[in-house]
Every structure is written in structure tokens, then in C-alpha cells.
């Protein structure tokens, strides 16, 4: 992801200007030229990266998506985060971190998930005020590659909230299909089921550089957006987009 954010900003010298890029210390790839800018070096001193930096975006681990935050935090640097698999403590943390810095944290960066999100508000409440809610059942199924170490992903979880939140339909961490197949990006689908019909929601990821290009889409109108310290997502971006559309 660190590869395609820098080949995807590099097309864009309107909006960003790149200033490096950080691994661990002791990554293979520390010292080594950042991907098409030979002037800049991977590095592991974030600290002094951050002294010349208006914006830190972060696809790492939970761990580390911490550490760095509170490196953010103490610089005054905003962070747009894309790391899954945080645990409820951890997401606490980043919270409490977004009291000092605007924070900005998706586990899935695709406009397309949006949009399916936003359809499952619409098909919902629809469904309801049909009076068909106790004749429907509702699943959500994921399919990600081999190598995704959380499950079921962070963005079928959010679908799961999407639901909850606008209906009370309850589907828990454990009742959500989770695959795992080849190097498959991510398909993601929401089904309404019932006797007589069947309506499905689905998305899937063509190239792991969708959420590259929708990390890029948030931080070009980053400053203007998202002002003020605080907690945001994806549904905080439409919502400042579509104000920002009707002045």
C-alpha cells in the first residue's frame, strides 16, 4: 500500500509533494529510495519526518498505526489512517489521540463501499416501512486474500454497524462468512432474503490501488474539510463533500 500511495501521489504534484515514507527500523527497505522519487529514502525517524510534513497517511498494523499517531499527535500533524484489525482498545487510544490532531480512520477507502453502505441505509428502512422486516433475513459475506490477517474484515464490520445503525438488524462478528481465497483484494456483499426474493449488495476490489486513490481523494481536501481536532470517517467525508457541493 506504502508503493501505490507514492506512485498515485506522484501523479498528482498539484495537491501533494511528497516527503518520505517510514518503515520499521531494520525493513529491508529502509535507506532505499522512495518508488519513483530517488531524491527521498524510506526511513524509521518518523519524528523528523514529520517536521516537514502537512499530512501523515498510514496502512500499517494496529500497533504501529498507534505509535505514530502519537508521534502525530505531539507534532500537530493530521493522520489519515486505512489500518484494519484494531481492537476495540485500540480504537479507544486513536480517539483520545484525536482530541489533540484530526484523525481520520476508514477500514475500507473505496467510494464504491460507500456507496453500498448507503444503499443498505435506503434498502433497509424501505424493508421496514414495507413491514417486511421479520420475514427477511439478512447476511453479510467477505472474501479476501490468503495473507489478510483479520476476520471477519474491518469493512464487513462496518457494513454490520451500517445495518444495526439503521435498523437494529443485530449480525455478529462470528455470523458474518468469512473467505480466504488466492490473492483475492476484497468482494464484499450484503444480502436481503426473502421467501419469494432476494436483493444483493456487492462490491468488489479489482486492485489493492482503489484504496490508495480513495486514501488520496480524502487528503486532497484534507485541510479545508477537516479543520478542527477530532474523530472522523468516511461518512464525515460525504457529508463535508456534499456541503461543500450545494454552496
Known sequence: MGSLLIEEALQDHVHFQLVGGIEHPGHPQEGQPL???PTLRVGSD???LLKNADLLIEFS?????ISHAKAAAQMKVPMIIGTTGFSADQLGQL???AQAIPIFWSPNMSIGIVIVRRAITSISKLLLNFGLAEQTKVSICETHHTQKKDSPSGTAKALAQELFKATGWLIKDEE???RREGDVVGIHSVTFQSGSEKIRLENEALDR???AQGALLVARGFRSLFKKPGWYGMDDFVSAVQKEGDR
Open 209 to 211: 490501488r482503489v484504496f
Open 95 to 97: 480517539q483520545k489521540l
Open 35 to 37: 518508488p519513483g522519487n
Open 46 to 48: 518518523l519524528s523528523a
Open 61 to 65: 498494523t494496529p500497533e504501529a498505526s
Open 176 to 178: 458474518i462468512e468469512a
